[in-house]
């Protein structure tokens, strides 16, 4: 069972950066898309980013042109660079694995909060 972990949440001011971290614990190969999804207070769980095995990306339209999802494949590691961040990008940040004919992995979830 390959297990994801979040790391690089934070507080963060109006118009500043912070990039996300999620590591695998096994190839991220075993994941035919990987995605970062966020969750506000009240709100449903979300797509921002997601990257397939071939590093095709698709972005929400609401980050599209401030958010970067990348992957490391020496290292399986994904990340999200979040630039210009809002208010309203506050959130709890999950990265999610997709594996075909099985249910898809979550990590346990990092905060970001945008508040000057």
């Known amino acids: 069972q390959v297990q994801l972990v979040e790391s690089g949440g934070g507080l963060v001011q109006p118009g500043g950066s912070l990039r996300l971290s999620c590591a695998a614990s096994g190839s991220i190969f075993n994941f035919y898309a990987m995605g970062w999804y966020r969750q506000a207070p009240g709100k449903q769980r979300e797509l921002v980013a997601q990257?397939?095995?071939?590093?095709?990306?698709n972005y929400a339209d609401t980050v599209k042109g401030r958010f970067t999802i990348s992957r490391d494949n020496a290292n399986n590691t994904v990340y999200l660079q979040m630039t210009s961040l809002k208010a309203e990008d506050t959130a709890v940040y999950y990265c999610?694995?997709?594996?075909?004919?099985?249910?898809?992995?979550w990590g346990q979830g990092t905060q970001v909060t945008v508040s000057s």
């Open positions: 990257i397939t095995s071939g590093g095709r990306t």
């Open positions: 999610k694995g997709s594996r075909l004919g099985v249910s898809p992995a």
